[in-house]
């Protein structure tokens, strides 16, 4: 199915990720270790570029290997993949993606991405590696799931922080925050303290005019 995100940024973030993930198992090859590469938020393993202007510097409407594609591609493999997905055609896509690797172990899952991640910390072994990639389409993830994978100290993490959901729920005057919208950052950001620091109250300035006595302020 056509999965149309990003446009030439994530083809840069995509080729950064392949080369890491290149780099990780050839690093690894030769040890004890079970690796897994995990994507909480694997959308169908393709990318359509979006806007035209973008496709006129690659192809137009082509379908690029989007991140699922890439990590299959890897070689050397890692042992085990775990693709995780919401959307039923999505992971439908992944899927018929992962059929075209019958020699690889693949794993699908369609639920929340947190209760995947915690879910996969769960069961990591002394022996167990991942690199897991969170790519989150808005502020879905939880700031405790990341501290579940900390935890674990068995994974290295991609993470793409979704800056521009967080500026969307962050207008300039923080009394027009939603309570809905302060939820949903307190949960991506961790902690209540982020809107004391960003609307900070200010403080008015000290007015002076040209016929005050100066004297008398030893700032002055």
């Not at 030439?8 to 890491?20: A, G, H, N």
């Not at 780099?23 to 909480?40: E, G, I, R």
């Not at 290997?65 to 299959?72: D, E, H, M, N, Q």
């Not at 609307?199 to 005019?209: E, G, L, M, Q």
Request: glycine share 4%; proline share 5%.
């Amino acid at each position: 199915m056509k999965h149309e995100f990003g446009g030439l940024w994530t083809r840069r973030k995509l080729d950064l990720l392949e080369k890491y993930l290149r780099f990780y198992t050839v690093a690894l090859k030769n040890s004890p270790f079970t690796l897994h590469l995990v994507d909480a938020f694997a959308g169908t393993g393709q990318q359509s570029v979006r806007s035209t202007e973008e496709q006129s510097e690659l192809l137009p409407h082509v379908s690029l290997p989007g991140s699922v594609s890439i990590a299959l591609d890897v070689d050397p493999p890692f042992h085990i993949y775990h693709f995780n997905e919401t959307d039923n055609e999505r992971a439908n896509a992944i899927r018929q993606t992962a059929e075209r690797h019958p020699d690889k172990k693949i794993k699908v899952t369609e639920v929340d991405a947190n209760d995947f991640v915690r879910e996969f910390c769960s069961t990591l072994q002394k022996l167990d590696r991942a690199v897991v990639f969170l790519d989150p389409y808005s502020t879905e993830l939880e700031w405790q799931t990341l501290e579940c994978l900390a935890t674990t100290q068995k994974a290295d993490l991609w993470l793409l922080f979704p800056l521009s959901a967080l500026l969307r729920l962050t207008p300039k005057d923080g009394a027009q925050i939603r309570p809905e919208w302060r939820d949903k950052l307190n949960r991506l950001l961790g902690t209540t303290e982020w809107e004391q620091a960003l609307y900070k109250r200010k403080t008015a300035p000290v007015r002076r005019d040209l016929f005050e006595n100066h004297d008398q302020d030893p700032e002055l």
